[in-house]
């Protein structure tokens, strides 16, 4: 059963440290999307790769956050320094997008706590 | 600019109860809308999506949701609601963004099921 895997699940780490969160996308998809989830925002698009190349990280604060897709089985998002209002869920999910068919398929996230 | 709007935050039903949960959208031409069902813990099930054609569209686990441009809205409906129906449930849009249309979600409705 294929899916989107992210890892860690969980991350507590301190003020100012750097964060890295990874995600293994569907096989065959062709676009990843980053997401952040908070009571306040809800979900928020951060960036999206189509065929590994960013098409928009206007979402994301570009002075401490970064996205790569370093090949087509790995995404990353960073998150240096990291501060306590970047606690939320981040999600990965794929999909293949044809057309206007932009159906994403998410992981279960990871839950980070910065203190 | 696209968007959904939730009006409801939180839903309560008692099991075997009808279920519909709204979702308008703002958008000029016709809108790629789809749900999404998230249980605690996890990542975000697309429930069903509607692009064009019949304005009824069934999903998995028995849901279905009504396509009415008139009102610009999306409503998600279940017959009879079980136990295990009780999750957040988000409406999105496609919204253009970097030259795709990327789903872009309501805040959200909270379901609550009683026994």
């Known amino acids: 059963d294929a899916r989107v895997t992210q890892t860690p699940r969980h991350k507590v780490t301190e003020m100012g440290q750097e964060v890295t969160m990874r995600c293994q996308p569907i096989l065959g998809h062709n676009t990843v999307f980053w997401y952040r989830q908070t009571m306040m925002q809800g979900l928020e698009l951060l960036a999206y790769f189509r065929n590994r190349a960013p098409l928009d990280d206007s979402g994301m604060p570009k002075d401490r956050f970064s996205a790569e897709m370093p090949d087509a089985t790995l995404a990353t998002l960073k998150i240096q320094p990291s501060e306590p209002r970047d606690s939320a869920v981040y999600f990965c999910?794929?999909?293949?997008?044809?057309?206007?068919?932009?159906?994403?398929?998410f992981g279960q996230g990871t839950r980070l706590t910065v203190v | 600019a696209q968007s959904v709007t939730q009006p409801d935050i939180h839903i309560t039903v008692s099991e075997g109860a009808s279920l519909e949960l709204r979702c308008n959208y703002s958008?000029?031409?016709?809108?790629?809308l789809f749900w999404y069902v998230q249980s605690p813990g996890q990542g975000l099930q697309l429930l069903l999506k509607y692009f064009s054609g019949d304005t009824l569209v069934q999903g998995i686990k028995g849901f279905e949701a009504e396509f009415k441009r008139s009102q610009s809205s999306f409503n998600l409906r279940k017959p009879s609601v079980h136990w295990s129906d009780a999750a957040e449930y988000f409406c999105?849009?496609?919204?253009?963004?970097?030259?795709?249309?990327?789903?872009?979600f309501g805040r959200g409705t909270s379901l609550i099921v009683h026994p």
């Open positions: 999105a849009v496609g919204a253009q963004r970097g030259g795709s249309y990327i789903p872009t």
């Open positions: 999910a794929s999909g293949l997008v044809q057309g206007v068919n932009t159906e994403a398929f």
């Open positions: 958008y000029g031409a016709t809108p790629y």
